[in-house]
Each structure stands twice: as structure tokens, then as C-alpha cells.
């Protein structure tokens, strides 16, 4: 697998929409699950958004209803759409990945930052 490697972060007003994506080569094939987390100063690292080997997704209760998670299998990317953004969204945004059967998420990218101005 090649590293995962997000973009699309950066300033936004509140109200907003964003897109992440994250390049995801060789995490696509269904043997992998991937996941958005974000980390807010002084916070805990928390998941967002989660899509598993066989496509079903799972959201987070803090997001819920603002985020979309998608993969696209054909260009191996992760893509997180946000809406509704609030000044407390604001984090550093992370895709993750770990082998379906482990429970761990081992690889991560570097992140992306949101910053969301009211």
C-alpha cells in the first residue's frame, strides 16, 4: 500500500461545506476498512465516519447527518463531504485505515486541517 495522503482542509465560514479526500492506493480492495477521525486541540482523537470491507457506513454521533463518507474503489480514494459546519468542527482532520479483521486502525496519513470561523 502507498501512504495515505489527505487534502481539502483549510478555512471555512460556519455554515459552510468542505470536502476531504484522501488518497488511499492499495486500501481499496475491500480487505481494508477506512475511517475519517479528527482531533481538536486539547481533545481526544474521535472517529467521524467509518466504511467497512463490503461498503457499510457508520457515522460517528458527532457528525451525523453533516458528513457523507465515500470511496471510490476505480481512483482508490476516501472522501468525507461536510455541511453545516460549526465553529466546533474545527481539527485536524485524519483518514485511517486497518485490515478488516484487526481492531486496531494502524495506518494513518498526516492529516488535514479545518478551520471553521463563525
Known amino acids: 500500500q502507498g501512504p495515505l495522503v489527505e487534502s481539502g482542509g483549510g478555512p471555512v465560514q460556519a455554515g459552510g461545506s468542505l470536502r476531504l479526500s484522501c488518497a488511499a492506493s492499495g486500501y481499496t480492495s475491500g480487505k481494508h476498512c477506512l475511517a475519517w477521525f479528527r482531533q481538536a486541540p486539547g481533545k481526544e482523537r474521535e472517529r467521524v465516519a467509518s466504511i467497512y470491507g463490503g461498503g457499510t457506513i457508520d457515522y460517528a454521533n458527532s457528525m451525523r447527518g453533516r458528513v457523507i463518507i465515500s470511496r471510490d474503489d476505480a481512483e482508490e480514494s476516501l472522501h468525507l463531504e461536510m455541511n453545516s459546519l460549526k465553529p466546533e468542527d474545527t481539527a485536524m482532520y485524519y483518514c485511517?485505515?486497518?485490515?478488516?479483521?484487526?481492531?486496531?486502525?494502524?495506518?494513518w496519513g498526516q492529516g488535514t486541517q479545518v478551520t471553521v470561523s463563525s
Open positions: 485511517a485505515a486497518r485490515l478488516c479483521w484487526d481492531s486496531e486502525y494502524r495506518f
